[in-house]
Nanobody, 117 residues
Framework: QVQLVESGGGLVQPGGSLRLSCVAS????????TGWYRQAPGQQRELVAA???????NYPDSVKGRFTISRDNAKKMVYLQMESLKPEDTAVYYC???????????WGQGTQVTVSS
């Protein structure tokens, strides 16, 4: 059974940093592209960072230069380092796995990030 568990969210002041972690079980992580999404109240879920199984990364302009995604296939971990956080980064952050060359799409339960003074 596939399970993704996020951690590391919390309350941080504007300009602060957080590191989110996602541990995957029941999968061989190298067979998946991975990403972090976020959803603020009343908003659609949006991609904030993605990293392919070969290590290529992608970020939207809203977080480029502030967020860094990384992964450790052996540990089955995906990370999101967030710097210079802004109030508009407040959202629930979700870890996602998408199968490479096969149909699979898995989500974690989410972790709340609140940026406020």
């Amino acid at each position: 059974q596939v399970q993704l568990v996020e951690s590391g969210g919390g309350l941080v002041q504007p300009g602060g940093s957080l590191r989110l972690s996602c541990v995957a079980s029941g999968v061989t992580l190298s067979r998946y592209n991975t990403g972090w999404y976020r959803q603020a109240p009343g908003q659609q879920r949006e991609l904030v960072a993605a990293i392919t199984n070969s290590g290529s990364t992608n970020y939207p302009d809203s977080v480029k230069g502030r967020f860094t995604i990384s992964r450790d296939n052996a540990k089955k971990m995906v990370y999101l380092q967030m710097e210079s956080l802004k109030p508009e980064d407040t959202a629930v952050y979700y870890c996602n796995l998408k199968g490479v060359m096969f149909r699979a799409d898995f989500w974690g339960q989410g972790t709340q990030v609140t940026v406020s003074s």
